[in-house]
DNA sequence: TCCTAATTATGACAATTGTCATTTATTTTT
DNA sequence: AAAAATAAATGACAATTGTCATAATTAGGA
């Protein structure tokens, strides 16, 4: 099994704070698993004993509402930690974790972080700000799931998804979302997003190519998704 | 001036946790102010250095849409504190704290807090449970603000409100609202929020004094905001 | 107190968005 | 490769929500 002084995870977040020492600990009682895609990392009301560490893979992060649609919340990729939250507030899951695609995840033990949060107060700090930078994202979201229109908010997210996933070699959106998790993700009815994305593609804003999307004009999404 | 020691404040949120000893150095280094009415405790990304504790009085945290909208994300009473998320994670404050009245805060100063956070591990926590938990009713509400009705959100709001205020003599929440500034927490058109008012009082679920609201019916509320 | 300004309320209409039905395309399974 | 299942696309229509105009009411200042 792979140690985490060499992972690619240490370069990343919070984690790159942790000493020499700390990794070995963690590299003694991590356990590595590969979450199949549509299986989940977390499920929301759960409760979770330990911090995952995304290798490599997607997934989408979402919250079962009252009316049974599913909403996604966050998109998290290789590099990202999941379940720090639940740890430092000693509550369950808030959401679930389901694979976009095939992952491979560290978990490490609860009591490894628990010491570290102790022993390293800059690992602790930078938890927080992982934390404290997500509930700032949070908001903006609120506020624009709340005032602005279904289309801004699918030109927002489309130029969102490519800031987190980058392109592929064809210059798409380097992530596989069916229509209904992008509905999912602006809030609207399948059908709404399906013909939204119609329009942008006649437009010339974005060019769709099966299930991948190419943003052909930057500056036209940006300029809708502030109402344009 | 008053004591730290004796201070309501000490009896709610991460504060209870402090020590005599960090309660009279608070006592120390504070400062009394008095908001009035209308007035910002603090402004959507400027920077601020301490924590304040509200020990009196009502406000609404906002943030400005890019279309110009003012979004409420959270109200704040006498026993919260504003600041810590900026504190901790050292970026300018994300929101707008407005005073909808008077409101009697104390101010107290960064390095205070730091050396709490340092000295008292449980102090931390609790601030950091405290964004944690606002995080967790961020995801919650960015979910409803994108599946849920303009109805429903009402319905939701408006026991969400006397969740937090209470309510007064006269059995109406305790907080006086603009039509517009309900309008601005539920997302929608002022207009709308007028009429879905009083849609609920024509079905006898709420009734409408001047700006005072009164929740006749918490069970038709509830429904209603379940999409019912 | 009266006057002015702001807020609340309501109507009429337009724009947006959702729902249901159906067709077409794509993916998965056999 | 064919069949079955799933997903995407589109039309027709209904429901929701927003905008603009205007009237009624309330609050705040001279």
Redesign the interface.
Known sequence: MSNCSHCIMKRFNALKTLTHDELERFSDHKTSLIIKKGENIMTEGNSINGLYCIQDGKCKLT?L???G?E?I?KFVKGGDILGH?SI????PV??NATALEDMRVCFIPKGDILDSI?DN?QF??NL??N??????H???????????PVKDRLAETLLSLEEIFGVDNEDCIDVILTREEIANT???ATESAIRLLSNLKKDGVIDLLGKKIKILNKNALKNIS??Y
């Open positions: 919250k509402n009252t009316n649609k909403q919340i939250r430092l507030s000693e509550e808030g959401l102790k107060p602790s700090l927080i700000r934390i404290s930078l997500q509930l700032s949070a908001n903006t979201a609120i506020s624009q799931m709340a005032q602005k602006i809030g609207t502030e109402g």
